[in-house]
């Protein structure tokens, strides 16, 4: 298993060379910082702690500072832990965008974008009611939520309306497109969650398709 911090900056398309149109996220995933390499012997499983983003070391609470510290590293805003890291790295080195290549497959980790409160219609699909023939006041309402008798109460798990988005969201199966080593960025086919400039996860994708195809024959 391999995988970087990243930020998302944003979407566009890329062309083959046959002139067909590739819609793709663009991601900044690196330099990754090394901070931590565990092993079975000193913490009872193998592990890499990684750090992105440059943060100033004020910002930072002691015990974090002085763990950055001890790997020899820069201050970072984020540190994410990846187990089973099949790369040989050790503390204080860098991981970039090099540790995968074009037509790779990854998982795509973010938090989506925050939708605010918001009804049925929009939050659940519903059709919403008639807009003529008499009806008022019931265009975009969600209509009778559970019955009298039994079992006289609203069951768990109605879809009502409340918050929506603002949440932690994985897509799979993800195709690398590009890999630009020198900018550290890779063009991943389709959208990932999130906004413009937020962090990402970019994981090797664990359904592999052709892995699984590959197990088949």
């Not at 990854?106 to 989506?112: K, L, R, S, Y």
């Not at 659940?124 to 008798?149: E, M, P, V, Y």
Request: net charge positive; proline share 3%.
């Amino acid at each position: 298993m391999i995988g970087l911090l990243g930020k998302k900056l944003g979407q566009t398309c890329v062309y083959d060379a046959k002139g067909n149109a590739t819609s793709v996220t663009v991601v900044h995933v690196g330099p990754n910082r090394v901070i931590q390499r565990k092993t079975v012997e000193t913490d009872g499983y193998n592990a890499v702690q990684l750090g992105f983003d440059d943060q100033k070391e004020s910002r930072l609470t002691k015990a974090l500072s002085g763990h950055i510290r001890k790997a020899g590293a820069q201050p970072v805003k984020r540190i994410r832990e990846f187990r089973d890291f099949s790369i040989e790295v050790k503390a204080g080195d860098l991981v970039g965008a090099n540790i995968f290549a074009q037509g790779d497959f990854v998982d795509a980790i973010g938090i989506t974008k925050g939708r605010g409160f918001e009804g049925v219609v929009k939050r659940h699909g519903f059709r919403g009611g008639d807009l003529t023939h008499g009806a008022k006041g019931w265009h975009r309402r969600g209509g009778a939520i559970g019955q009298r008798l039994f079992p006289g109460t609203v069951m768990r798990g109605m879809r009502m309306p409340g918050h929506m988005g603002q949440v932690r969201r994985t897509t799979q199966n993800l195709e690398v497109i590009q890999v630009r080593e020198t900018e550290n960025v890779l063009l991943i086919k389709g959208a990932i969650p999130g906004s413009k400039g937020d962090y990402v996860v970019i994981r090797e994708s664990k359904k592999n398709p052709k892995k699984a195809a590959a197990a088949k024959k």
